[in-house]
Nanobody, 115 residues
Framework: QVQLVESGGGLVQPGGSLRLSCVAS????????MAWYRQAPGKEREWVAG???????GTSDSVRGRFSMSRDSDKNTVYLQMNNLMPEDTAVYYC?????????WGQGTQVTVSS
């Protein structure tokens, strides 16, 4: 069974960039639909981006043009490249895997955008 570990979060200034990574352990990672979600304090968890097993990716309207998701099956890793970060992007970012209804979440990584 897959386990997910996120990394790459931190404190950045507005306009800066970060790349989040989510490393999967276990078998059958390549068959998982992967996604990134984020949750700010007091707000609902929000879908940010997703990618299929064959690498077809999409993003939410709020981040489109600034964020992009990719996967590297050889490294069992998915990424979220975040550019032109804004204070409203501040949240805990979570990696999610979905294998035909079997859901697994990572522990989250904090992203703070502030001057």
């Amino acid at each position: 069974q897959v386990q997910l570990v996120e990394s790459g979060g931190g404190l950045v200034q507005p306009g800066g960039s970060l790349r989040l990574s989510c490393v999967a352990s276990g078998r059958d990672f390549s068959s998982y639909i992967m996604a990134w979600y984020r949750q700010a304090p007091g707000k609902e968890r929000e879908w940010v981006a997703g990618i299929s097993a064959v690498g077809i990716a999409g993003t939410s309207d709020s981040v489109r043009g600034r964020f992009s998701m990719s996967r590297d099956s050889d490294k069992n890793t998915v990424y979220l490249q975040m550019n032109n970060l804004m204070p409203e992007d501040t949240a805990v970012y979570y990696c999610k895997g979905n294998n035909r209804g079997l859901i697994v979440w990572g522990q989250g990584t904090q992203v703070t955008v502030s001057s």
